[in-house]
């Protein structure tokens, strides 16, 4: 090999090499960054008596769903560089056990380098559809951590409505375990029959068995709310905030419109139809031509013969050029034709999604109007005059003029009252999380976004 030909095949060699990376570059959307760090600094607030911030933060830092979604959009970010950089280079290299003889000498082997580079635009189409899917993996992002939060505020109302029907509960123990020993006192002065004295009795057997079953359902939505924040299932989840009854600051018609622009599956929807039009573009890029460059060379070895000529035993450099031949038609329709179904498709799907939202917030919309007329019917009306009512029939059974009977049924209902009022501030709390999951943000306060459950004092 002469020290030419070898200068000019490394060179080559070189370029190529150089113009691959290049191509790979460190280019397209910003890079996530680390994922956040753990909530261990949240263990105790936990443990002493969180807030429903303190639960949601937690959970963010934790959830392992999050983490999940959270790596797959770095994943996917990831993927830029490589759909937008060159195919890598080929290198072949030949060796003839029997040398082809040439008039410069016998050819020994040869190596061939080459590169394939696509058709202008190609790349920079690849490279916006892996945005678009970098932008859903996001929104998935944002659409993952969404529903953890929605799931932690429903659990956390699920599990004060518990602790609200457990001291209820107890409550109304200790008030049955009184009226059952003023029956028995009043049946031994004949002021009360048997009867009266076994119903008392089985309300109170029913209050124990209530009491058990609430301890039950707390251990069971406790483990709930601790799978949410990625601890231990009977890990200790201290009083919760007393959670204010907020009425809605939006219209229907409102709500609406703040789904249409802010809800996840509705943006994601968007982002797919842009997507599948980029795709429509790409298919017709694909069905222009390649092209290919690259450098032979060839070893030769001295020729034996008397009088060689006088490059004898030169080695051959060649340079390369090729093109792709989009030849097949059928083909390359058949490619923009899948492309344009798959847009309107996508169109298609975005409508449907449209549609479940919008039923989706009615029937919601109607849940939590009727959870909060449920609220002021019994906090304003039912709950005071049942208790009300208790102390009149208390009144007249000490008074001679009413029953023992009256006295425990009226108990029951004010006991059963109560439950209900609790039940009904939880599904309103419930539902309004619901609710905003499908709107995108804060339903309670016009302007800002702040959280819908902020604590007020007192805890259960």
């Known amino acids: 090999m002469t020290r030419r030909a070898a200068t000019v095949w490394f060179g080559s060699l070189l370029l190529l090499a150089t113009a691959a990376w290049a191509s790979a570059g460190d280019v397209g959307p910003p890079n996530p960054g680390p994922a956040p760090g753990t909530a261990e600094a949240l263990e105790a607030r936990l443990r002493a008596g969180p807030s429903v911030a303190d639960l949601v933060a937690y959970a963010y830092e934790s959830n392992p769903k999050i983490r999940a979604a959270r790596q797959e959009w770095r994943a996917v970010v990831e993927q830029y560089r490589v759909t937008t950089a060159y195919p890598d280079p080929q290198l072949s290299f030949t060796y003839f056990p029997s040398p082809i003889e040439t008039r410069l000498g016998p050819q020994d082997w040869n190596a061939t380098l080459s590169q394939l580079i696509p058709f202008p635009g190609r790349l920079t189409r690849a490279g916006e559809l892996v945005e678009a899917d970098a932008r859903i993996a996001r929104l998935s992002l944002d659409r993952a951590v969404r529903d953890v939060i929605v799931k932690v505020r429903e659990s956390v109302h699920e599990l004060v ?33 048997l009867l009266d004295v076994v119903k008392a009795q089985s309300q109170s057997g029913q209050l124990q068995y209530d009491v058990l079953l609430l301890e039950e359902l707390e251990q069971t939505e406790r483990a709930q709310l601790n799978a949410l924040l990625d601890r231990p299932p009977d ?23 703040l789904a249409r622009q802010n809800q996840e599956e509705i943006r994601i929807a968007d982002t797919r139809i842009r997507r599948a039009e980029t795709d429509v573009e790409l298919a017709r890029f694909r069905n222009y031509p390649d092209f290919k460059i690259g450098v032979f060379y060839a070893g030769i070895g001295n020729p034996d013969v008397s009088n060689p000529p006088a490059d004898a035993g030169d080695d051959a450099l060649g340079i390369q050029a090729g093109v792709t031949i989009p030849l097949w038609f059928g083909k390359n329709r058949g490619r923009i034709a899948k492309a344009a179904a798959q847009a309107e498709a996508a169109r298609a799907r975005r409508r449907a999604v449209v549609n479940d939202t919008y039923a989706g917030i009615r029937a919601l919309y109607f849940r939590l109007n009727n959870a909060r007329r449920l609220i002021q019917l019994y906090g304003e009306q039912l709950v005071p005059e049942a208790a009300r009512s208790l102390e009149i029939a208390e009144t007249w059974f000490r008074e001679g003029q009413g029953s023992f009977s009256d006295f425990v049924e009226t108990e029951s209902v004010w006991y059963n009252f109560q439950l209900a009022l609790a039940r009904a501030r939880a599904d309103h709390g419930k539902f309004l999380a619901r609710l905003e999951r499908l709107a995108g943000r804060s339903l309670t306060e016009r302007g800002g976004a702040p959280d819908a459950d902020v604590p007020e004092e007192g805890a259960r």
């Open 235 to 257: 890990a200790t989840i201290g009083p919760l905030p007393n959670l204010p009854v907020r009425p809605l600051a939006y219209t229907l018609d409102e709500i609406y419109e």
């Open 161 to 193: 409505y518990i602790r609200d029907a457990r001291r209820v509960a107890a409550q109304n123990q200790e008030l049955l375990d009184h009226l059952r020993k003023v029956g028995e006192t009043a049946y031994g002065r004949d002021r009360a029959t």
